[in-house]
């Protein structure tokens, strides 16, 4: 996700490299460099320039620090006009009403059908709530099939009325329905076009009228770059839109949309999409992306989706058994199936910080853990509670049936017998030696 933006201002920062202190030259220079970065990213043009202004000045005014380098100064000034950029706050959906009515709108093709499942699955297990999903895309029978089949994914229902072309009786008809029968949120996909067109302005806008949702979402392609920008400028003259769901983020090595949306319709980034997987939604958070842009990856996120996969038993139980050097191979296995839980390794290691830029070009999937897992399978019961067993033809034994080489057995034994002194001093030293370790 936006590896050529960060790349690039990266890059800008090295400027400062060396510089004692910040001097209009030097910035001037450093902004500059940001400018061109950020238009390759394909921020709009006014933004960019408002901006890069608005870093200079800060910067300067800055320059009573002393204490901070240039170099960190800038690196700061930028974040934080980034999170501003970006809307400053993550904003929640209004879930007021009963039902709470959500209309999802967007071009065809921006990820609005899946984006409705998605917002669905989110509500019904992180809020509690009972969707209804409504197809209102009566143009295309296929989008109402997906839709189905999405809904079955999730066990939410999806509503439909055979052989009607009218969608806003459906999305009439669903809201009575969902009052009927509980539902306390209604979610309308409907019918896009491959560009804007006139007709289907005016379907959007008739839906609205007829159901007046609580909350209006517009769904945008973030690899368009700035066509999302003026897209959503023009579904946003329409219908004032309530926010903004970014899509494709996973494809989007750029930033444009992300960055520019914000300023120039003035509506905020809600949701972003990183996946065609359901579970491949996030509430978009301006710090938390800020933090990813310049490389400094996103604990925040990545601890939050391991406590979502943990359990805190099993969390207590594996504590003790790291203090106590028990950890072996078996909870080993545990750790892996757990971290694939947590969906997919690259988007994950980019988390970390300066892990992402580390593994742009390199080609992770979801079967990194195969050989290990391999590995450890082939293990007997006793060799994996007591890896201190491990002897060379129990290596040798291993290698063979695990399909894998001796060199790899020896490599992963190494691996885990660090990664035990690790969790250790972590566990053991808590805090403190994390930070430290973090900091080197
Ligand atoms: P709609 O026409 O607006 O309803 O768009 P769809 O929901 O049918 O999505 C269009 C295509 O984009 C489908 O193949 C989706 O699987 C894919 N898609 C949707 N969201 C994402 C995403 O966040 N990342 C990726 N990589 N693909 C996505």
Redesign the pocket.
Known sequence: MFENLTDRLERSFKILKGEGKITEINVAETVKEIRKALIEADVNYKVAKTFTDEVKRKALGMNVLNAIKPGQLMVKVVHDELVSLMGGQATDINLAGNPTVILIA?????????????LANHLKNKKGKSPLLVAG?VY?PA?IE?LKVLGQQINVPVFTIPGSNDPIGIAREAVRVAKNNNQNVVII?TA?RLAIDEEMMKEVEAIKKAVSPNEILF?V??MTGQDAVNTAKEFNDRLNFDGVVL?????DTRGGAALSIRAVVDKPIKF?????KLD??DIFHPDRMADRILGMGDIVSLVEKAQEQYDAEQAKILHKKILKDQFNFNDFLEQINQIKKMGNLKDLAGMIPGVGKALKDIDIDDDAFKNIEAIIKSMTPEERENPSLMNGSRRKRIAEGSGTSIVEVNRLLKQFEDMRKLMKMVSGGGAKNLARMMNQ
């Open positions: 967007g071009l065809q093709g921006s990820g609005k059908t899946t984006f409705s499942a998605k895309d295309r989008a997906q996909d896009g769904v392609d973030s899509t494709k983020l996973d494809g972003v999409s990183t996946g065609e491949a939604l």
